[in-house]
């Protein structure tokens, strides 16, 4: 059963930075995109950041272009997920999630993964 762990989260300012992390149980290789989803109080999950593993492309949602950037370091089975200039909106539950099947990232961003993580939580507040 693959298992995905997020971590980095917490409490920051507005305008602030985090690094969250998705470590895999298994070769990140073995999993064409990995993604970042994001889920607010009281609202739907939506897709942040995706990245294709094999294909080395990456989607991002409108609203975080040129403030989030996704990596992965495929030698430990980890993708990143670095986040600048936070604002309010940017606050809830980030999950992580995998997907298996020969896509992209943009494919996944927009349907959804296989696999998820149980999240963590970013708040973003003065």
């Known amino acids: 059963q693959l298992q995905l762990v997020e971590s980095g989260g917490g409490l920051v300012q507005p305008g602030g930075s985090l690094r969250l992390s998705c470590t895999v149980s298994e070769s990140t290789l073995d999993y064409h995109v990995i993604g970042w989803f994001r889920q607010a109080p009281g609202k739907e999950r939506e897709a942040v950041s995706c990245?294709?593993?094999?294909?080395?492309?990456?989607h991002y949602r409108d609203s975080v272009l040129g403030r989030f950037f996704i990596s992965s370091a495929n030698d430990e089975n980890t993708v990143f997920l670095q986040m600048n200039s936070l604002k309010p909106e940017d606050t809830g539950v980030y999950y992580c999630?995998?997907?298996?099947?020969?896509?992209?990232?943009?494919?996944?961003?927009?349907?959804?993964?296989?696999?998820w993580g149980k999240g963590t939580l970013v708040t973003v507040s003065s």
């Open positions: 990245i294709s593993v094999t294909r080395g492309s990456s």
């Open positions: 999630g995998a997907g298996r099947s020969d896509q992209s990232a943009e494919f996944y961003c927009h349907f959804g993964m296989e696999y």
